[in-house]
């Protein structure tokens, strides 16, 4: 089953969504550790919780905007990008772009499905 694993935030001004965002909700803000992305800025929400089987997504991230209107992106955890945009096509939906690889992270792809959203996926690196 996927999970929705992390979400992204687009901002016209970082700095001002960081304040928002962590003025708003407490949320923890702080630039990214890994050095491959200097300038992107990390999002924790709080600590995950199961109750009555529901967990908490509490990992995000804040992007410059890529484009007018560019929505709340959410990753999907899957096991197989490649398999899962073969499925995608399959089912009416479209990739957008092409899969990204994360340098030792993962890699990324992005896809339209039947009803117009983007969303991302998400394969974590096979360690």
Request: glycine share 12%; net charge neutral.
């Amino acid at each position: 089953m996927g999970n929705v694993a992390y979400f992204e935030i687009p901002s016209e001004d970082v700095e001002r969504a960081k304040k928002f965002y962590a003025s708003v909700f407490g949320w923890d803000i702080r630039k990214s550790p890994m050095p491959e992305m200097p300038n992107y800025t990390m999002i924790n929400t709080g600590k995950t919780s199961v109750e009555d089987g529901m967990g908490q997504l509490n990992m995000g991230g804040i992007t410059k905007r890529a484009f007018p209107g560019q929505p709340i992106t959410n990753y999907i955890e899957v096991e197989d990008i490649d398999k899962t945009l073969e499925l995608v096509k399959k089912m009416g939906g479209k990739a957008v772009g092409k899969k990204m690889k994360v340098d030792t992270v993962g890699f990324m792809a992005f896809i339209k499905d039947t009803e117009g959203n983007v969303i991302g996926l998400w394969e974590p690196e096979k360690k």
